[in-house]
């Protein structure tokens, strides 16, 4: 019967072999401790172990599963895996593909909680000394909450029977997985609005959730959540499960409310004991402002019966006009008679003839001040003259000297410009006579014969340039490079036709080819 068995391939039977594991374990949970963890790969896909006291089995989680994952494994963290069993076959392994992951018990939480928060502290997020106080009088409260939950209801109704004012809601998910990100947003939102825009920026911002488990308020847990918190620049006030739960989140706010309903009674003060408190200061002040006038009245009073009476301020005074009125028509008679009587003595000196010599001597008096008066006059007019004629030839040889050294500056600017150019014409001159000279000497003759070749010239000294014409006697003149010249005389012309001289072969005589 064995004969009768079909024939597989390896590749048939590992299909088959996955297709059973698949199929028998769909979706399991695993509890063990994660082993050879080593973070992501360089794909984004993480591979390591889970395994207990006496089996192991691999464990895989792909990329796009571990960016969801709100608490990610580490090296001997005990978890719980929930995910699905397949088998790798080009190694006949069998292996678990991890979707959720969490950890084994609230040990490893706490654990984990204690890590995270002695992490935080350590980089001084949970400092007191950042801590913010609240303002007394809030105009505008923002709230991070669900909008759907009874938190958000619980704070506005404490809010309107305390002091009511305006309230923001940022609305969010406070379980599950993206809350951390929409709760971080939420407190960023509210410190990024301006005063006056479309979202008022509120002045006091209330992070707010109910009760449950340590698993249930992990999200306020989170690094981007607490890191929120402690970069807000406006008061924060945690209001996160109930009074014996604690979230990180708690250390990073600027207060900790135990309640929801406890943060909004942190926020504002009880109207109706600030109108008691305002009505109360408002008698005290007025009862002090009349023991001030009282006061200061009986000081007003004391004082004025201090003081004398009116008729006793003036009566010496009045007495002492009463003596001077009664010797005053006496002293004015006593005047005027000692008046008249120095009159009349200083009236018996005076003469016509005396008053006449008077006058005639203030007339030459006045005419001899009179002339000295136009001399000076005169004198002085001439002198401003002269000093007006000085300073005027001051100022013109001044101004002379001034534009004799500009002119002598520009002359010398101008004398450097001409330098300059002169320079610069010689320079291009020179260097135009240079390119001259080398084409005049690369164009000249002399370079022709010195390169092997020779110039013949006649008695007359005109050049030859053919053999034509030239009769047997003839004198001619070679002249070869360097001023070296050679008389010769025509024997004969011949005239080669159709033959060439061989390469190399000596010159013979100027016009004969051979």
Request: charged residues 30%.
């Amino acid at each position: 019967m064995q004969d009768n068995v079909p024939e597989l391939t390896v590749a048939e039977l590992s299909q088959a072999v996955k297709r059973t594991v698949e199929d028998a374990f769909g979706y399991v949970r695993v509890r063990g401790e994660v082993s050879g963890w080593r973070g992501p790969h360089s794909s984004g896909h993480c591979y390591f172990a889970l395994k207990d006291e006496s089996a192991r089995i691999d464990a895989i989680i792909w990329r796009g599963t571990f960016g969801k994952l709100k608490i990610p494994p580490e090296e001997g963290m005990e978890v719980i895996a929930v995910g699905r069993v397949s088998t790798y076959p080009n190694r006949s392994t069998y292996q678990i593909i991890i979707e959720r992951i969490e950890p084994a018990g609230v040990g490893a939480l706490m654990a984990l909680l204690e890590q995270r928060r002695k992490a935080l502290a350590a980089e001084g997020l949970f400092d007191e000394a950042r801590k913010r106080p609240l303002p007394y009088l809030p105009r505008v409260i923002g709230v991070v909450t669900s909008p759907t939950g009874a938190v958000i209801r619980d704070v506005l109704h404490r809010l309107a029977d305390r002091f009511p004012t305006d309230v923001v809601v940022w609305p969010v998910r406070v379980q599950g997985e993206g809350a951390a990100e929409e709760i971080a947003r939420g407190i960023e939102g509210f410190n990024r609005a301006s005063p006056g825009g479309m979202v008022p920026r509120p002045d006091i911002i209330i992070v707010a959730r109910g009760g449950g488990s340590l698993e249930d308020l992990w999200e306020f847990n989170e690094e981007i959540v607490v890191r929120a918190a402690a970069a807000s620049t406006i008061p924060l006030i945690s209001a996160v499960g109930h009074e014996t739960d604690w979230t990180l989140i708690d250390h990073a706010a600027d207060f900790r409310a135990p309640t929801p309903t406890a943060a909004a009674e942190m926020a504002v003060p009880v109207r109706s004991q600030l109108t008691a408190d305002v009505a109360d200061r408002a008698r005290r002040l007025i009862a002090c402002l009349q023991r001030i006038i009282e006061h200061r009245r009986s000081a007003l009073r004391a004082a004025q019966r201090g003081l004398p009476r009116l008729n006793d301020l003036v009566a010496l005074p009045r007495q002492r006009l009463d003596e001077a009125s009664g010797r005053l028509p006496r002293a004015l008679l006593a005047n005027a008679r000692a008046h008249a009587t120095a009159l009349a003595r200083i009236s018996g000196r005076l003469s016509r003839g005396q008053l006449l010599r008077r006058i005639a001597d203030c007339r030459e008096r006045a005419a001899g001040l009179s002339g000295r008066a136009r001399r000076a006059q005169v004198a002085l007019q001439r002198a401003r003259q002269e000093r007006l004629a000085r300073t005027a030839h001051q100022l013109k040889q001044r101004q002379l000297a001034s534009r004799i050294a500009d002119g002598r500056r520009q002359s010398d600017i101008l004398w450097q410009r001409a330098a300059r150019a002169f320079r610069g014409g010689v320079e291009r001159r020179r260097d135009r006579l240079d390119r001259v000279s080398k084409l005049l000497e690369a164009l000249s003759y002399e370079k022709v014969l010195e390169r092997g070749f020779a110039l013949v010239r006649d008695s007359a000294g005109r050049l030859v340039r053919r053999s034509t014409g030239q009769m047997p006697g003839t004198s001619l003149e070679i002249n070869f490079a360097g001023q070296d010249r050679l008389g010769v005389r025509v024997d004969g012309v011949k005239r080669a036709e159709g033959r060439s001289r061989a390469p190399g072969a000596g010159q013979a005589s100027l016009f004969d080819p051979d």
